[in-house]
């Protein structure tokens, strides 16, 4: 099966059925839900959602949309090794050094689905926005 760290960017555009972004984030939880790919995230994603969700709706609103998403979603571990790695690694940016991190070392994740490719170019992982991985996975 297809394993693919779903960032940030690509949850809130689904929450907030941002245009035109919010149909191809649909889908891929779609097929997340359909047990067709399996989605994952990091407790920092997680957090980051929660943080930016709260500014819009309560916080019994965004514990439900988040237990919504975790039925569908798996969370990947993070530990000091994905923290020190992500301390001493060539990202630019802290945060998505962690997740790169938490992704590489579950050593089964095939795929960054983000919005933000520039802040993974020094990833190992195969990162793609939206609309190329659900091209790359219906040509199969």
Not at 39 to 64: E, F, M
Not at 68 to 73: A, G, P, Q, S
Not at 124 to 140: A, E
Request: with cysteine; net charge negative.
């Amino acid at each position: 099966m297809t394993n693919v760290l779903i960032d940030t960017d690509v949850l809130l555009d689904f929450l907030y059925e941002r245009e035109p972004f919010g149909k191809d984030s649909a889908e891929i939880l779609n097929l997340c839900d359909l047990n067709k790919i399996s989605g994952w995230l990091t407790p920092v994603i997680l957090s980051n959602v929660y943080y930016i969700l709260r500014k819009s709706y309560p916080h019994s609103a965004v514990v439900v949309k988040l237990r919504e998403l975790l039925k569908i979603l798996n969370v990947l571990s993070m530990n000091k090794d994905t923290v020190l790695s992500a301390l001493n690694s060539e990202f630019t940016d802290f945060e998505d050094a962690l997740q790169n991190y938490a992704a590489e070392y579950n050593g089964e994740i095939n795929f960054v689905i983000t919005r933000n490719i520039k802040d993974y170019k020094n990833s190992s992982l195969k990162v793609l926005i939206p609309n190329d991985f659900l091209s790359q996975y219906r040509d199969g």
